[in-house]
């Protein structure tokens, strides 16, 4: 029976977790995701698993890369700061194809930014944010239900693919509270990790060697080809995404995250005023929906790109219109108020929609 | 002519796996290498370890081996071993092995909260004096007046700070079990080695806490020297910075 509680965003990613059966947690404290770290300090003791407070995020990365390489589902939560530190390991992680999960409750960047919400880590996020380019899954929840829900989907991509997986959240989405239902979601049967490093007494005496050096050993370059060939079945068969009221829009609102509950809003003011305004909301951002994209730009569409930042989601919104669109872009300056606080209210989006039709 | 029998009386180990050595005429870490996989032949171990490489010439000791084992990031394999032996608790002993820039420059925060925890690994810190695979600069360990690629003059104090010490560092940490230093320059420290190294795996192995062995090795090509002359500047000069011994060793931490 499913239960159904309502519970703040952060709890929501603790509840996921632990339904993906992840009981690994290593994480390193930063404002606005504090609960979540405290979450799994909390609840994994009594569940027989292991929570590490790391001495920096850095070494958060480097524990991933461990818990990952012994077989063991293993996850952190970070915040925009510290999503940068762990960068480094982050590549090797993806150069060693290393199933691990990462949540980033975005804040204000750049530098130490400011530590409330935002959405200015997007591309670092999609564009492989570490040294030597390697892409990795990120999911963007938009509601407390998929803060559990892609959580636990991103368990299942990392190990489908052994890959990275980012939750890429913000610092609105895991402080709000909304109903949520509790359920183990089953997507599938996954691979044994064969690979995994166990001690060889546990492997019938085969040993295994994950490491990042593999590229000095002569198949450099084949080793990316398949690395490469992953990434391109992903695009293939993982992007998601969500469309409301685009059939016959005119213009189409595109955003993601606490943004895109701000664009719902927006769209439904601009319908009851006999407006053809739609809405596009990515699930994946990376792989990103380019073709849905390309197919209202070359029905004629419009597109406003909403994002609370200067401006980075929309550079995939081009790639996707090839040229075929007009595109236009609301973004942080186009807060409720200055300072660090104000946020994109749907209201300031209709009135955007108004002057462009 | 009578045929004489042959007998075996030395061998690689079991563990190496039959490459050939990557390391320059003389190089200590082959030695180092042998003098790990001999004590986990001893004790019996070598089918539940897991190993953890530094970045540096070192981490060829490591991919060599038949164990299972992994190399990560550059000073960070303190941390990974955490993780590994946290995720898999007692079933495993994990170690690292790690040249000196990479365990007291780049990786000295991950080793010093390693051991601050406690976390139930092994740390070889491999001792050379100076960044061997980049060739040849100074290290948080190359000692006073040494010539590197990046101290042309000399390290003196004023622009380069001094010599780190770190066993006996660490043996002021609580969650420490055991810290010792020792060489491979002659058979009897080779012996001490060994010693060493299976007082800190066991100790491991007893849940006492993290333990670390700081091993003295010679890097002749970029000490610019013979091998045998080598060994002489580590017993003249290295091992008088760096007195062998053990710095801290307990069976319980209160």
């Not at chain 1, 990613?13 to 690994?24: E, F, I, Q, S």
């Not at chain 2, 084992?69 to 000073?75: Q, V």
């Not at chain 2, 061997?132 to 100074?138: A, F, I, V, Y």
């Not at chain 2, 609580?174 to 299976?198: D, E, H, I, L, M």
Request: aromatic share 8%.
């Amino acid at each position: 029976m499913e239960e159904r509680v309502l519970i703040h965003g952060y709890e929501a990613v603790g509840r996921g977790a632990l339904n993906a059966g992840c009981l690994h947690f290593f994480g390193y404290p930063i404002t606005p995701q504090n609960e979540i770290t405290e979450f799994f300090a909390r609840e994994l003791p009594e569940r027989g698993g292991r929570f590490v407070q790391s001495e920096s995020e850095s070494a958060v990365g480097a524990m991933l890369f461990g818990a990952s390489a012994a077989g063991v589902r293993t996850m952190t939560s970070t915040a925009s700061p510290g999503w940068g530190l762990m960068q480094e390991m982050l590549s090797h992680i993806s150069f060693c194809e290393l199933p691990v999960v990462i949540v980033n409750c975005q804040r204000g960047g750049p530098g130490q930014g400011t530590t409330r919400h935002a959405q200015t880590d997007y591309l670092s996020a999609t564009r492989g944010g570490g040294q030597g380019g390697y892409k990795s899954i990120v999911l963007a929840p938009a509601s407390v239900q998929e803060c559990h829900d892609l959580t636990q989907l991103a368990f299942y991509l990392a190990d489908k693919y052994n890959i990275l997986t980012i939750v890429l959240c913000d610092g609105i989405l895991i402080q709000i509270a909304e109903p949520v239902e509790l359920r183990t979601i089953d997507f599938g049967p996954l691979p044994e990790k064969d690979w995994a490093l166990k001690g060889a007494g546990k492997k019938g005496g085969r040993t295994d060697i994950i490491h990042s050096t593999r590229g000095l050993l002569g198949t450099y370059p084949q080793i990316l080809e398949a690395m490469h060939k992953k990434y391109q079945q992903i695009t293939d068969s993982e992007v998601r995404y969500e469309t409301h009221q685009a059939d016959d829009a005119e213009l189409v609102l595109v955003g993601y995250g606490y943004v895109a509950r701000c664009c719902e809003g927006a769209v439904s003011m601009a319908r009851a005023e006999g407006l053809k305004v739609g809405f596009i909301r990515p699930i994946t951002l990376w792989p990103f929906p380019y073709e849905i994209i390309k197919e209202k730009a070359s029905q004629g569409c419009r597109f406003l790109v909403v994002e609370d930042s200067m401006g980075q989601m929309i550079e995939d919104v081009k790639l996707g219109a090839e040229g075929k669109a007009e595109i236009h872009f609301l973004g942080l300056l186009a807060r409720h108020q200055g300072g660090e606080l104000g946020m994109l209210f749907p209201e300031r989006i209709f009135e955007e929609v108004k002057k462009l039709l | 002519m009578s045929e004489k029998k042959k007998e075996l009386i030395y061998k690689s180990t079991e563990l190496r796996l039959p490459w050939p050595g990557a390391g320059c005429p003389g190089c200590g870490h082959g030695l180092v290498g042998k003098a790990i996989m001999e004590t986990l032949e001893e004790m019996g171990i070598g089918d539940r370890v897991i190993a953890v490489g530094g970045i540096g010439c070192h981490s060829m000791a490591i991919m060599m081996t038949k164990m299972d084992r992994t190399i990560g990031a550059h000073g960070t394999a303190p941390a990974t071993a955490t993780a590994i032996k946290q995720a898999l608790f007692d079933d495993v002993i994990v170690f690292t092995v790690q040249g000196d820039g990479d365990c007291a420059a780049i990786g000295a925060g991950y080793l010093v909260n390693a051991a601050a925890r406690g976390e139930r690994i092994t740390v070889f810190m491999l001792n050379n004096a100076n960044y061997g695979t980049t060739g040849g600069q100074m290290a948080p360990t190359t000692l006073m007046g040494q010539v590197t690629p990046t101290t042309p003059t000399g390290r003196d104090a004023k622009r380069f700070g001094y010599p780190l010490h770190v066993p006996e560092m660490l043996a002021t940490i609580k969650g420490v079990a055991y810290s010792a230093r020792s060489a491979v320059n002659s058979p009897a420290n080779f012996q001490r080695t060994k010693r060493y190294v299976k007082a800190a795996l066991q100790k491991q192995i007893d849940d006492v806490g993290f333990t670390f062995v700081e091993i003295l090795d010679p890097c002749p090509i970029n000490w610019h020297m013979e091998p045998v002359d080598a060994l002489k500047w580590m017993e003249e000069k290295q091992i008088a910075e760096y007195p062998l011994g053990e710095f801290k060793n307990v069976d319980r931490i209160d």
